[in-house]
């Protein structure tokens, strides 16, 4: 019998199918349910009023918002505003570019359909993303815990941990595309068959269509699905996913094709390389933005400089790590000490954990993230880590758990109280987040007042060069480019060619942007006159 047993849960492994969730009673399911409804509605009421000027709402935002607006007035996938210099457009507005298009077209459809403005609707798509990465989560560990209020309770965590609660309330593509590929994960793991690798590969897709990050989960997903099936199933499951995945990206690849001449061209590469390409300008990653200057990409770097590259990756790892346990625990040393101690009990029942086909995908799932992060890690952001950081807090629940279960009595209760410790000072960092990012911002409630001042009373049609474009042409609906970091030649030129008759910059940073502007500058450029926080140059005739 018991030969029997073991031979029925082999094949059980062998097929994928292994789970200890046991069904659930109509009162808890209701229970349930109505609680995740509540919550999506607390956080439709939680999104802010007047956004554009909230916390959450940053320069990529404003960028979004742009590109959002253009599609919801019928005008495409256009942006009239130039941040990144170096792309060297050949006219304003200028395709989009810098991102894959699922979020600001979502936001100009929901604006549409809910007839409000496409700055709420970011705010709200991330919110209830938000919402979606709770229910996701809640099934995945209920199929591996059976405990349906382990589940509850991770899933509340890992919804409120600080980085995807900041995600949540920032006008950002992250929230969406992690808990879309969180809930493709939990399709795959909970589901049966050639239809749940549909759904996973659609919702994959989704999320690549987000972020292009979200590729870096497929192929943890494929270890794990090779690992967990026989090789014929494995084949086919996998190949119905990728498949699935192809077609629903292929949209934009088509589109990206008939725009740029490439189906694969993206500002990815750019993004992933600006501190290497910062190094090689020695200056910082703000000046490469602005730079005119084309960069090598990375397979020419490669070819060309291999041993300066692999020096500046090495240089980076310490920062990396540095960065990464700062932002992750809200530069608090306290929470950052508490999180690795809950990451090092896990590797106390390492025998019990990390054998698993589920530790070496998520496994290969951070080292993938980690691995392509260390290009770009002196402008690391946490809303890069995605599903690597639900999966790393997983981690750290499911060993709080299992040693709450094992440890004596007196070492639980140290332990219990040290996690209430941890939880009350995330609690708290949720909190501010909170404030700041639903409430307005004095800096950004600056700029919109000045950029619109500068806008009716000085720039009228024309074009100006201001520091942060993308929030001046979303605040007054005019075309902006960025000042560039070239010479006094390269600028006039720059400035002749694309017809921006105003120089707007900063007061208090003039220099920063060029050493003794108003000397320098003339003749050729005259100053004009000051509006709020701007000094405004106008092009001599």
Request: proline residues 6%.
């Amino acid at each position: 019998m018991a030969v029997r047993m073991s031979q029925s849960a082999s094949a059980e492994i062998a097929g994928g199918r292994t789970s200890n969730r046991t069904p659930l009673s109509s009162v808890i399911r209701l229970t349930l349910i109505c609680c995740l409804l509540i919550y999506a509605i607390l956080r439709t009421i939680w999104v802010p009023s007047d956004g554009a000027v909230s916390g959450g709402f940053s320069h990529d935002s404003a960028y979004l918002s742009i590109v959002s607006e253009q599609v919801r007035l019928g005008h495409g996938l256009v942006n009239p505003a130039d941040w990144l210099l170096i792309l060297h457009p050949r006219a304003l507005p200028m395709p989009y570019h810098n991102a894959n298009p699922g979020f600001p077209l979502l936001m100009a459809a929901t604006a549409g359909m809910l007839h409000l403005d496409v700055v709420r609707c970011g705010f709200l798509i991330s919110a209830l993303s938000n919402v979606l990465l709770v229910f996701a989560v809640f099934e995945i560990v209920l199929h591996f815990a059976g405990n349906w209020r382990f589940a509850a309770l991770s899933s509340v965590v890992v919804a409120v941990f600080p980085s995807n609660w900041i995600d949540s309330l920032s006008l950002l593509p992250d929230a969406l595309s992690t808990s879309l590929a969180v809930a493709a994960i939990a399709v795959l793991i909970c589901g049966r068959g050639p239809f749940a690798a549909v759904i996973t590969g659609l919702l994959l897709g989704t999320a690549w269509l987000n972020r292009s990050s979200a590729i870096l989960t497929i192929p943890p997903i494929l270890w794990w699905i090779f690992r967990t099936r026989p090789r014929v199933a494995a084949l086919k499951t996998a190949g119905c996913l990728l498949a699935v995945f192809a077609v629903v990206i292929s949209p934009w690849l088509i589109y990206t094709y008939q725009v740029w001449g490439t189906p694969f061209r993206s500002d990815a590469g750019i993004y992933l390389m600006q501190n290497y390409y910062a190094h090689l300008l020695h200056g910082n990653v703000d000046q490469f933005w602005r730079s005119l200057d084309t960069q090598p990409p990375l397979a020419v770097v490669l070819e060309t400089h291999p041993f300066d590259f692999v020096a500046f990756y090495l240089h980076n790892l310490p920062f990396l790590f540095y960065f990464m346990r700062a932002s992750v625990s809200g530069w608090d040393k306290m929470v950052a000490l508490l999180y690795l101690l809950f990451t090092a009990l896990g590797f106390l029942r390492w025998r019990v954990y990390c054998r698993t086909p589920e530790f070496e995908a998520g496994a290969l799932m951070l080292i993938l993230t980690l691995g392509i992060l260390d290009i770009r890690a002196q402008s690391f952001e946490q809303r890069y880590l995605g599903p690597a950081l639900v999966l790393w807090v997983l981690w750290m629940l499911l060993a709080l758990r299992d040693h709450l279960r094992s440890l004596h009595w007196s070492l639980q209760a140290a332990l219990a109280v040290v996690a209430i410790l941890c939880g009350a000072l995330v609690t708290y960092q949720d909190f501010r987040s909170f404030q700041f990012r639903t409430q307005a911002d004095p800096i950004l409630v600056a700029w919109r007042r000045d950029t619109r001042a500068l806008a009716s009373e000085v720039v009228h049609g024309g074009r100006v060069m201001i520091q942060n474009p993308y929030f001046y042409t979303w605040f007054t609906g005019k075309t902006a480019l960025s000042p560039p970091y070239a010479s006094k030649g390269k600028m006039l030129a720059f400035m002749q060619y694309y017809r921006a008759s105003y120089l707007a910059l900063p007061t208090i940073s003039m220099n920063y942007f060029y050493p003794r502007a108003t000397q320098q500058l003339a003749p050729e450029l005259r100053l004009l006159r000051q509006v709020g926080e701007f000094t405004v140059f106008e092009a001599a005739p």
